[in-house]
């Protein structure tokens, strides 16, 4: 017969085990997750990159109220938020490729300045259409 | 009793080892995603391993080195250095990464009867598409800049690798090619490293290296010509292959309503004017389906199916003024027309 004491340590050891599955599988599930937030699985993030660093992730449809960003640097430029959408609206670089490109709403959407070596693009952290498009 | 204990602890350590080590081993997912600037456009690279960021720093050398020796926007690099002493009796060196895009050229050249002409360089600097201020030169120019243009009439010694341009004003130009080379350069990094999986980009000219780490193919959309940035008109499933397009939506101008864009037809001086607005290449060389994505773009459609009759291993996908789809019979079971425009037709036969 298993003493008391043997009963504990088999509740905490079966604990241990579970819990060691769960961290498991959280941390899969992040690994899988570029955007880092786990709970809004279908959400489309805004990935706002300058010289390939991330400045700035942004949650379009959780923007509730119309986020302006300015960028200093070489040229300056402004980029909007609002929801379930982004664009560049201003940039004082030559030639206004960014601006032109307009709204971004759908995963995959890309606006680039190429002068101010700025990128804009959206990600949809999970069930994306794509991985790519070609032209 | 103690016995018992013991095992119930060896069990418990065994188990907890156990799946660490498992989840350790998902070390698959890890990647690196890497946006850079280079060859005037943007390069992404998705490239998954443990070791990625080292090859992905290793492929941003690799295309600096190539920018550096073939870019025309560099005064020092050894493409302008041959344009700017054209018609003069010196001879350049030139390494082997010009050397492999020349022999490639000249093979494509013949292939497509002067379709595709890397001494297209004096028209494409009058047009001035890549420039703010393009404009539509007089025919009597664009005659005069037309007698510049032949591949044949090239310097390339191949032993000696060395190249020079004979006619006073001629100029070459690896835009529509040197991408693909790069491309299949950035691959050659991978697979040297290893690398099971990766997706990488150069302004549109996308090689994809194995499967996606789930094991199930790449999904790559093809751009609606007469679309935003990112829509697309299918979805393409691929592996470890290359998929390159050519169109005219890509830089052009508008003048008197008329579209000119960005790829001069070397016979006539002017932006192509076939029946086809896009042309994408699939296949495993990408410095192939660089130049045959411009080479068919400029053919047309009839002769473009010709041309692929007589290619192994190349797949295309062309897109033509009445907006109709049609792909090669390889393409179809891996294609899934997807047109959210509602404006294009998938001509399923022929």
Redesign the interface.
Known sequence: M??KG?II??LV?VL??LS??FF?RE??VS??N?SGSPFDNLGITAII?KN?KVIRKINLKSVEKREVINISGLHKATIVAEKNRICFLESDC??KVCVK??W?S?P?????C?PN?M?IKLEQDKNQ??????? | ?KN??IL?FL??II??FY??G??KS?AS??YV?????QM???I?QRIYGSNAEVSANKIIQKLNSIEENMSVNIKTSTVSRINSNSGQPQVFSINSDIYNILIAADKFSKLSNSAFDITIGPLVKEWGVFT?HPHVPSKRRINELLKLVNYKSIDFNRDKMTFRLPIKGQMIDFGAIAKGYAADEAVKICRGDGIKSA?I?LG???Y?VGN?PDNTP??????NPRA?????IG?LRVSDKT???S?D??RFFMKDGIRYHHIIDPRTGCPSNSDLISS?IITDSSISADALSTATFVMGLKKSKELLKKLDGVDAIFITKDKKVYITENLKKDFDFQDESGEFTYVEKG
């Open positions: 298993l003493k043997d340590l088999l050891i241990g085990i060691v599955v498991g941390n899969a690994l899988s570029t990159k390939d030559p030639d490109t307009g971004l759908h995959g959407e890309i606006a680039v190429l070596k990128i259409n794509v991985d790519g498009v070609v032209k | 009793m018992n204990r119930i069990s418990f188990v907890s799946l660490s498992c989840s998902n997912d890890d995603e890497k946006e850079s600037f005037g456009t943007v992404s703010d997706y980009n549109g000219n996308v994809v996606k790449w999904r790559i959309g093809i751009q935003a940035d990112g829509k697309y979805i998929v390159v397009t169109g939506y890509e994408t």
